[in-house]
């Protein structure tokens, strides 16, 4: 609804300094007044009956699938799933067809975008072995970061020379955001288990991503992160082996790990398996609790999702030939309220990893917190409320391809309303006005 005024009564706001009973006042797409409002206020009220307004989460790892690979979803349908999890901003990687590897492509797929985005974005640029040129003009107001393949998963943005990478690690004037694993490592073990399927080999893909991979790259990147002034932001960590070498790591590097990882580990393969077949592999149990105590210790600072669908029919080939990649929207919010209610930590838990965290390390402009003057994205969410996971294939699903590993679930908690912008987006599983997103901007 454009323009319109909000007063939201009775909440449980979610803020920096804490948790607190009261009001909140949203006004020209800001927020206007916090915990009380004044008298002269004027707008819709909304009686929040105790429910959580939390900030809305920034999800710094999505892969929305346009251009080119629209068939898996597209802007406009995985925003929308983002949103009814609780997300207001995304950032987006550069693995598409053709790959945001150029400026003129970076500028062509953001106007493609605009517009037809539920949730704020921003755009990843992608290295290559011959584009650092490019790289070095690239807008740090603008873009997030340039992502670094360093081992080959989807799409084909390998950089797989340690020279390029340390070229780059001393131009680039945006943050630099790894894949981090070994792709020699990967390439032995390929050799070794080629032409197994799952039936033979029941957690084949942890045997073909095994953890010394991870290990080796992350233990290479933090040396060079020592020599660069760039800051370095090493994507889905997975491995008990990473949280340990990064409880040493310079003050450049901040780490990331997934909800994926912190849910399953190798043990449900046998169950799931192409449908949980993601890159980084899963790991092992004791690399999963490995995961949530440096989460908890602040070794790793940010939650991204990593969500990336790809259809029901793709994840049905054999192993060999199906996509890496687990689509992770739709749900977010009750499924971290969910997996964290097992380990003792609440919402402000996930504020921090997906909201405070990210706003802070890559300076959002009057983005983050709920605080007068910042743009209004928040959620209300009932925390008795449940939120059902459709099976697969069901119109009930939001993303694109209509599937979720969390299917059939229960979840714990209800995302009632996301704000965007101040604009009132979603409401009890429906989405009202229009794509309110807007591209973010970094100080
Ligand atoms: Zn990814």
Known sequence: ??????????????????????????????????????????????????????????DTHVHFREPGLTHKGNFYTESRAALAGGVTTVFDMPNT??????????????????????VNFALYFGATLDNAAEIARLDPKQVPGVKVFLASSTGDLLVDSEAVIEHLARVSPVRLVFHSERQAIIEAAAAQWRGKDWEEVPDLHLRRRPPEACIASTRWLLGLATQSAVPFHLLHITTAGE???????PPNVSAETCPVYLTWSAGDFPHYRNLLKCNPALKSEGDRRALWEGLREGVLEVVGTDHAPHTWAEKHQPYEAAPAGVPAHGYLLPWLWTIGGAWGVGL????????????????????????????????????????????????????????????????????????????????????????????????
């Open 97 to 118: 067809l053709p790959p945001t590897t150029t400026l003129a492509r970076w500028e062509a797929k953001k106007q493609q975008i605009l517009g037809r985005s539920w």
């Open 348 to 443: 402000n838990f996930w504020v921090e990893k997906m909201v405070y965290a990210p706003a802070r390390l890559w300076r959002l402009q009057a983005r983050g917190p709920i605080q007068e003057g910042y743009w209004a994205d928040a959620v209300l969410f009932n925390p008795m409320g449940q939120t059902q996971v459709p099976p697969a294939g069901s119109p009930y699903h939001y993303t694109r391809c209509a599937w979720s590993p969390l299917e059939g679930r229960t979840l714990a908690g209800e995302v009632q309303a996301v704000w965007v912008n101040g604009e009132l987006s979603f409401w009890r599983g429906y989405f009202c006005g229009s794509p309110a997103g807007q591209p973010v901007v970094f100080a």
């Open 243 to 249: 949280v340990e070498l990064l409880r040493q790591r």
């Open 1 to 58: 609804m454009a323009g319109v005024s909000w007063i939201l009564r009775n909440v449980r706001l979610l803020l920096a300094e804490g948790e607190q009973e009261g009001d909140a006042w949203i006004d020209k797409g800001r927020w206007a007044a916090i915990g009380r409002v004044p008298d002269r206020a004027r707008g819709l009220n909304l009686e929040g009956k105790g429910a959580y307004l939390l900030p809305g989460l920034i």
